[in-house]
């Protein structure tokens, strides 16, 4: 039998474009009752908008903890876009309403209403994010995959960062408050520390750029206030000063020749190489015209690499401290054992 419907106004108050409104409602149920799972999870997760309401429903019967309930949310809901228009019918489906004589439905309706007014700003403000996350993860895409491209190019076997390598001089110009600096003769003086491998020629590069850093300014501690930056943008402390690019482009070249990417025939065209043709990159024109493509773009690859190295460097010398009038880093405090209870505290030295 069906379920009598309850009346609480006259008969003439319940009338909504020819609908009566006291007929009962039946209890809410789960829309794929008679359907599984996986079918209304892929009839609603694979147009473009998605309705909230339909949203909704699945994960009435999907346990929030559940292995179903994760992957629609980290997998299956990918690049979505809620679907505003449909919460404001809930809006309009309000306002369609007339208005009731009692004041206990008039008060639960204001309520219904306020509520579908906070559905609506919800479901936009949750849109904007999802273009902005969808605009982010594209970006942070792109960025991994160049990345990874820069990764798979390597430097040939058996080269080295190292002073005999270079072919000319590199002086870093005067800009207060950096001085100015010869950087043959550091590099000359330069060793690979213990902890780094052979094949690891960017960390080489970050302990060079450190050994240089804390002798490049006057005061010492000015080149704190420093940063380089691959670009202009999100800049993570707007207070530090970016680097003069000309002390920048020096740094860079002179380890590009240390690791014998400073050829004069690497800065030559091919129709130039042409004319000056050497057997050093291939013994005919178009051996040595592979060889110099690749040679450019393996050095334009490390320019790239060489200035984040500067920046991580930097990063680094800006955690020194001042110890003798020097820039030294900071002295490593290491936590050994556990407190077994509330009141013991661990132990804690400082490394020499």
Not at 135 to 162: D, F, R
């Amino acid at each position: 039998s069906s379920t009598p419907s309850v009346k609480t106004e006259p008969d003439e108050c319940h009338v909504n474009n020819g609908l009566s409104v006291d007929t009962a409602v039946a209890p809410h149920q789960p829309s794929y009752g008679s359907e599984s799972f996986e079918d209304v999870a892929d009839e609603v997760l694979n147009g473009h908008d998605l309705s909230l309401s339909k949203f909704g429903q699945i994960l009435a019967g999907c346990d929030s903890r559940g292995e179903e309930y994760f992957e629609i949310i980290s997998e299956r809901a990918k690049q979505l876009r809620v679907d505003v228009n449909a919460t404001k019918e809930i809006q309009a489906a309000m306002a369609r309403l007339p208005q009731s004589s009692d004041s206990i439905v008039r008060q639960l309706a204001d309520i219904v209403a306020q509520q579908a007014d906070v559905i609506v700003g919800l479901s936009s403000v949750v849109d904007s994010l999802l273009v902005k996350m969808n605009t982010l993860c594209a970006s942070q895409q792109g960025t991994i995959c160049n990345s990874q491209k820069v990764e798979e190019i390597s430097l040939p076997e058996g080269t080295h960062l190292h002073g005999k390598n270079l072919t000319r001089q590199w002086d870093v110009p005067s800009i207060p408050p950096f001085k100015a600096f010869n950087l043959n003769a550091l590099l000359n003086g330069w060793r690979r520390p213990g902890r780094t491998r052979s094949d690891d020629h960017v960390s080489q590069c970050v302990d060079f750029f450190r050994n240089y850093l804390v002798q490049a300014t006057s005061p010492v501690a000015a080149v704190q206030q420093f940063s380089c930056r691959i670009s202009g943008k999100s800049a993570k402390d707007q207070n530090l000063q970016d680097i003069p690019e000309p002390i920048v482009d020096v740094l860079v070249g002179c380890c590009l020749d240390a690791l014998l990417l400073g050829a004069p025939e690497l800065m030559m065209t091919e129709k130039e190489l042409l004319a000056n043709p050497t057997e050093l990159l291939g013994r005919n024109d178009k051996a040595r015209g592979t060889v110099l493509s690749q040679r450019k773009e393996l050095r334009n690859t490390w320019a790239t690499r060489l200035r984040q190295a500067l920046g991580r460097a930097m990063t680094d010398v800006r955690k020194y401290q001042i110890k003798d009038e020097h820039l030294a880093p900071r002295p490593k405090t290491k936590v050994t054992g556990a407190a077994m209870f509330d009141n013991e505290n661990p132990v804690k030295y400082e490394e020499p």
